[in-house]
């Protein structure tokens, strides 16, 4: 009768049956605990999940004591827990269970095995739904390792393993692993299970949104539908799940324009997830931010704030303040604040989710591949230029707007080079024993420190100052002994109090970047990002050093004036150095030299000529810079008074300003000198070489 959904009526049958076992078997029979799960079945198809919670802890009970604490069935009923648990938002409760019940599984039989799959599936899922994706991937590719090796290539339970893991790779903005391993999954679900099965519903939910992440909006929309169409067949049309498929498309129709289907469909989604899961579940918390997105896209502020605040509540409280999930509701309400004209206010939101993506990067970069370490620099790439359009279009005036955005500029850049360097760091360390140890307990910590971080709900704070004290002993430990390690750790690490103490007195640092603005008060069908510009942040050295930012202007025109620069240096090299196979005349010389001369010019009154007012006297420069200017030489342009830029400053190249935080350590004796000297600049190349 469960299986053919005919809940209401076995309800109460699977409750006297319950009676019954009791009844005849007595509490600590196998047979109670049975049809106790049964009746918690019922109630999870239902859409009751805390009916089934105190069913689920008795069956444990009753199983540990009957059949031993370490039995297979005792696993199973934990793992059940576990998916109980996730679905009353107790993310921390529900991954000590998963692990629990993995932990059990492996230990009655090894790690091949349809259960012990199902739960590592489980447990990168919630994994990857609280944002732990260094401890999501391995988990979900030994996953489909597991279940290739168990069921071959073309079975469901593969197919699950498939799906989950490009959902994975989709959070991490990663669709072009995702799309192949989303069409094989739905390929063989809909073959091996038919057409029509919520399996198959969930992998077109999936695949539509990939589709609408790439702007490929006509062929996502049937997936939705078909999808919303397929669970409310089997599920019921208040099932949670339809509501997911419902904001999902409401999403996607709001990008396409379509407002009123929509509005529609957000508040339908909305309405079954408060009465299926209760007003304080991180569901009902996702949809009122995408309706209040909705709301802010439409120039109605007045019905967003409400929600985005309370969407912020709800997501505080079940996953704990320092959550990345917080990050979107914070970023959502400064997006608000700003439209309505308060860009004060945006920006104490915006330090906020700044910190709270300090942590989450500390973390990440501890844990994971290099791959997904850049995927997660993409993903944090929004978050600073919202920083940086805050302060270029609204608070250009306002020094704690300014070191906010020049602060997250510099901190980007370190975690960018320290990103990079990390497996360069792990391989220096391998051939010291203790360094390699210590480097490998680091990791650890960061793990655990993320999986109580990430987990949500409240985690133990003394916990968590523990392992702090142990991440800042390793770290310190790691720092004394390798010059490398400390190196781009302190990068990381450096602020502008930091950076303002290494800058040489007589130096300024000129932080340059490229970013996509973003469009705080677009609505409807209009951009939401506006063309690139490039900035230019001056810190002068001191403790608190004062920061200028200057809007340098249009990328397009400033890469447009550096692409012909770049191409008078080219065509002036092959007339001096007589590349050309014909001769050069004088002419053609004279004009080439004018023709860079006029490039270089028309460069540095774009680019540095609005930096001159803000350099404070100072002659030595100090250059982080982005996009284009990352490949000209400064010194070679030249003022409008025909002088070049090194006869009056001397420049010094980083790729990041934290760099400057390095050369405060003395380096390293040197055990001899080699000298360059004399080079000649005009040599042509050998004809016979």
Same mark, same amino acid.
């Given at each position: 009768?469960?299986?053919?959904?005919?809940?209401?009526?076995?309800?109460?049958?699977?409750?006297?049956?319950?009676?019954?076992?009791?009844?005849?078997?007595?509490?600590?029979?196998?047979?109670?605990?049975?049809?106790?799960?049964?009746?918690?079945?019922?109630?999870?198809?239902? $859409?009751? !999940?805390?009916? $089934?919670?105190?069913?689920?802890?008795?069956?444990?009970?009753?199983?540990?004591?009957? %059949?031993?604490?370490?039995?297979?069935?005792?696993?199973?009923?934990?793992?059940?827990?576990?998916?109980?648990?996730?679905?009353?938002?107790?993310?921390?409760?529900? /991954?000590?269970?998963?692990?629990?019940?993995?932990?059990?599984?492996?230990?009655?039989?090894?790690?091949?095995?349809?259960?012990?799959?199902?739960?590592?599936?489980? &447990?990168?899922?919630?994994?990857?739904?609280?944002? %732990?994706?260094?401890?999501?991937?391995?988990?979900?590719?030994?996953?489909?390792?597991?279940?290739?090796?168990?069921?071959?290539?073309?079975?469901?339970?593969?197919?699950?393993?498939?799906?989950?893991?490009?959902?994975?790779?989709?959070?991490?903005?990663?669709?072009?692993?995702?799309?192949? &391993?989303?069409?094989?999954?739905?390929?063989?679900?809909?073959?091996?299970?038919?057409?029509?099965?919520?399996?198959?519903?969930?992998?077109?939910?999936?695949?539509?949104?990939?589709?609408?992440?790439?702007?490929?909006? !006509?062929?996502?929309?049937?997936?939705?539908?078909?999808?919303?169409?397929?669970?409310?067949?089997?599920?019921?049309?208040?099932?949670?799940?339809?509501?997911?498929?419902?904001?999902?498309?409401?999403?996607?129709?709001?990008?396409?324009?379509?407002?009123?289907?929509?509005?529609?469909?957000?508040?339908?989604?909305?309405?079954?997830?408060?009465?299926?899961?209760?007003?304080?579940?991180?569901?009902?918390?996702?949809?009122?931010?995408?309706?209040?997105?909705?709301?802010?896209?439409?120039?109605?502020?007045?019905?967003? &704030?409400?929600? /985005?605040?309370?969407?912020?509540?709800?997501?505080?409280?079940?996953?704990?303040?320092?959550?990345?999930?917080?990050?979107?509701?914070?970023?959502?309400?400064?997006?608000?604040?700003?439209?309505?004209?308060?860009?004060?206010?945006?920006?104490?939101?915006?330090?906020?989710?700044?910190?709270?993506?300090?942590?989450?990067?500390?973390?990440?970069?501890?844990?994971?591949?290099? $791959?997904?370490?850049?995927?997660?620099?993409?993903?944090?790439?929004?978050?600073?230029?919202?920083?940086?359009?805050?302060?270029?279009?609204?608070?250009?005036?306002?020094?704690?707007?300014?070191?906010?955005?020049?602060?997250? &500029?510099?901190?980007?850049?370190?975690?960018?080079?320290?990103?990079?360097?990390?497996?360069?760091?792990?391989?220096?360390?391998?051939?010291?024993?203790?360094?390699?140890?210590?480097?490998?307990?680091?990791?650890?910590?960061?793990?655990?420190?993320?999986?109580?971080?990430?987990?949500?709900?409240? #985690?133990?704070?003394?916990?968590?100052?523990?392992?702090?004290?142990?991440?800042?002993?390793?770290?310190?430990?790691?720092?004394?002994?390798?010059?490398?390690?400390?190196?781009?750790?302190?990068?990381?690490?450096?602020?502008?109090?930091?950076?303002?103490?290494?800058?040489?007195?007589?130096?300024?640092?000129?932080?340059?970047?490229?970013?996509?603005?973003?469009?705080?008060?677009?609505?409807?069908?209009?951009?939401?990002?506006?063309?690139?510009?490039?900035?230019?942040?001056?810190?002068?050295?001191?403790?608190?050093?004062?920061?200028?930012?200057?809007?340098?202007?249009?990328?397009?025109?400033?890469?447009?004036?550096?692409? %012909?620069?770049?191409?008078?240096?080219?065509?002036?090299?092959?007339?001096?150095?007589?590349?050309?196979?014909? !001769?050069?005349?004088?002419?053609?010389?004279?004009?080439?030299?004018?023709?860079?001369?006029?490039?270089?010019?028309?460069?540095?009154?774009?680019?540095?000529?609005?930096?001159?007012?803000?350099?404070?006297?100072?002659?030595?420069?100090?250059?982080?810079?982005?996009?284009?200017?990352?490949? /000209?030489?400064?010194?070679?342009?030249?003022? #409008?008074?025909?002088?070049?830029? /090194?006869?009056?400053?001397?420049?010094?190249?980083?790729?990041?300003?934290?760099?400057?935080?390095?050369?405060?350590?003395?380096?390293?004796?040197?055990?001899?000198?080699?000298?360059?000297?004399?080079?000649?600049?005009?040599?042509?190349?050998? !004809?016979?070489?």
């Amino acid at each position: 009768m469960i299986n053919a959904e005919k809940l209401q009526e076995a309800l109460p049958l699977a409750q006297k049956v319950a009676d019954i076992a009791r009844a005849v078997k007595g509490d600590p029979s196998t047979e109670y605990a049975d049809s106790l799960e049964n009746l918690a079945t019922v109630h999870r198809r239902l $859409a009751k !999940p805390a009916k $089934a919670e105190p069913l689920y802890l008795q069956s444990i009970q009753i199983r540990s004591k009957a %059949q031993g604490p370490k039995h297979n069935d005792v696993a199973a009923a934990t793992q059940s827990l576990a998916e109980v648990c996730w679905e009353l938002g107790a993310y921390a409760k529900a /991954i000590q269970r998963y692990s629990e019940a993995l932990d059990l599984f492996k230990q009655a039989g090894g790690e091949e095995r349809p259960y012990v799959l199902l739960c590592m599936n489980n &447990l990168a899922f919630i994994y990857r739904e609280t944002g %732990q994706y260094p401890l999501a991937e391995p988990l979900s590719i030994r996953a489909t390792q597991i279940a290739e090796q168990l069921f071959g290539p073309d079975h469901e339970g593969t197919a699950t393993a498939l799906n989950n893991l490009a959902t994975l790779y989709y959070d991490m903005a990663d669709c072009g692993r995702a799309e192949p &391993l989303l069409a094989r999954a739905l390929k063989t679900r809909t073959q091996r299970l038919g057409p029509d099965h919520p399996a198959v519903a969930n992998t077109l939910n999936n695949l539509a949104g990939i589709y609408q992440k790439l702007g490929q909006y !006509p062929k996502a929309e049937p997936l939705y539908l078909r999808s919303i169409d397929i669970r409310r067949k089997t599920l019921g049309e208040n099932h949670p799940d339809v509501a997911i498929n419902m904001a999902n498309l409401a999403a996607l129709y709001n990008d396409m324009g379509e407002y009123e289907k929509a509005e529609s469909y957000s508040l339908r989604a909305l309405d079954i997830q408060t009465k299926a899961r209760g007003e304080d579940s991180s569901e009902v918390a996702r949809c009122l931010n995408n309706l209040a997105a909705f709301y802010c896209d439409r120039g109605r502020l007045g019905e967003a &704030l409400p929600l /985005i605040k309370q969407a912020l509540a709800i997501r505080a409280r079940a996953l704990g303040p320092s959550h990345p999930a917080v990050v979107a509701v914070l970023e959502n309400m400064a997006g608000s604040r700003v439209a309505a004209g308060r860009p004060r206010e945006a920006l104490e939101l915006l330090q906020r989710a700044r910190q709270i993506t300090e942590k989450q990067t500390e973390m990440i970069l501890g844990v994971t591949s290099e $791959a997904d370490k850049l995927a997660f620099l993409r993903l944090i790439e929004g978050d600073l230029d919202m920083r940086l359009s805050l302060a270029c279009q609204y608070l250009p005036d306002d020094p704690d707007a300014v070191a906010l955005a020049a602060e997250s &500029l510099v901190r980007s850049k370190g975690i960018t080079l320290e990103a990079l360097s990390r497996q360069q760091d792990a391989a220096a360390l391998a051939d010291d024993r203790e360094l390699s140890d210590a480097y490998a307990q680091l990791r650890q910590v960061l793990q655990e420190m993320a999986r109580l971080t990430l987990a949500g709900a409240s #985690p133990d704070e003394n916990q968590i100052k523990t392992l702090e004290t142990r991440k800042d002993e390793l770290e310190a430990l790691l720092s004394r002994r390798s010059a490398a390690f400390g190196q781009t750790h302190k990068t990381r690490l450096a602020d502008l109090h930091a950076v303002g103490q290494a800058i040489p007195p007589g130096a300024v640092l000129v932080e340059l970047c490229r970013p996509n603005l973003f469009a705080f008060k677009a609505t409807g069908k209009q951009a939401k990002w506006l063309p690139a510009r490039y900035l230019a942040f001056v810190i002068s050295p001191g403790n608190t050093p004062p920061v200028r930012m200057m809007d340098l202007g249009d990328a397009a025109t400033i890469d447009d004036a550096v692409g %012909q620069f770049r191409q008078s240096v080219k065509v002036t090299q092959g007339a001096f150095r007589g590349l050309s196979l014909e !001769p050069i005349k004088q002419e053609s010389r004279t004009k080439a030299r004018q023709e860079l001369q006029r490039n270089s010019t028309r460069l540095h009154d774009l680019v540095f000529q609005p930096l001159r007012n803000h350099l404070a006297g100072a002659r030595h420069v100090l250059i982080s810079p982005e996009g284009s200017l990352a490949g /000209i030489p400064f010194e070679a342009l030249i003022d #409008p008074k025909g002088s070049f830029l /090194i006869e009056q400053y001397t420049f010094s190249y980083l790729t990041a300003g934290g760099e400057l935080v390095r050369y405060t350590q003395p380096s390293p004796k040197a055990d001899g000198v080699v000298v360059l000297a004399n080079p000649d600049f005009d040599m042509a190349p050998d !004809p016979s070489s």
